[in-house]
């Protein structure tokens, strides 16, 4: 490389007011000591994308702008999610930048890792993932649910990077495929791996909050899982329809006992069987109903085409 790589990094920030200085103080440093080592270049810098924090997010991101232009940000009209935000970050960046490093506010991701990801870069990679080494500061429950998510979600047939949430490196030309993706039901950890290119991994230890609490609750995770599956993959359907030629061969099967026992003068009005199918067959069509439900609610939402975020301010200069 003859001229040393420009970098951005994009913060996505939800009610970040007790995390963002530091955390700004943190990768300010790390840019700087990247800079001495000639690893990138003194025109790198930090884009924090406020989405929509009801809090004093935004006054923090402009007074850090203030003291140092290095930090830059946006800000969406409402709050519209982590990934949406992330991809707003990104979008801003793109052809602003030789690649974009994308990390949570929180400094949960080990800062340091993104020199091992630059260097990775400088090697000719174009995205390189951030992978958690351990778990250990994560509660257990968080710990236990986290994996049964990543295990659902490969039995279902979507193709993620394990233990790894949405700190990596994209290059420009990795910017401009994302860019490509019009869907609505945004999983970046699902679309990214399709972009292809050269990837690699650094491994690093994941810390605990610097500040402020966890925005990701039970339920936000898990309908974070449910869409990262039905987004992705119709194997739901598929197992709704095997399930359906199981019961199929299994009616065949009790439509034979039902006449030995009719033609044998031995049927006796059966209120527990008849009871048990009503409630499994009512039961079975409830869950084929929800799974179609699911992906006509998805079709629903993409024809719609509304755009996917609108940046109402910018602090770019
Ligand atoms: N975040 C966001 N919008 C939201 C929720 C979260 O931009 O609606 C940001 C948040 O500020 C943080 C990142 O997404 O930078 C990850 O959130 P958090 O650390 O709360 O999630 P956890 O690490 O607990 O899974
Ligand atoms: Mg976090």
New binding site residues.
Partial sequence: MNSLPVIAVV??????EA?LPITAKQLLTTLQGMVENDLISSDSYILC?N?GSVDRTWKVIESLHQSDHRIKGVSLAH????QY??LAGLMTVRGHCDAAISI???L?DDVNAMIDMVKRFREGYEIVYGVRASRASDSWF?RTTARAFYTLQKKMGLDTVYDH??YRLMSNRALDILSEYGESNLFLRGIIPQIGLSTSIVTYDRHE?VA?????PLK??LSFSIDGITSFSSRPIRMILALGLMLLVLDVAMGIYVSIAYFGHDAIPGWTSLMLSVWFLGSITLIGLGVVGEYIGKIFVEVKHRPRYYISEYLID
């Fill in positions: 913060i996505p920030c939800y009610n970040e995390a994308c989405d709050n519209r999610g982590h935000a992330l949570d506010a929180d949960q968080k949430a949405d909050r402020g609490e966890s925005k990701y936000k995770m």
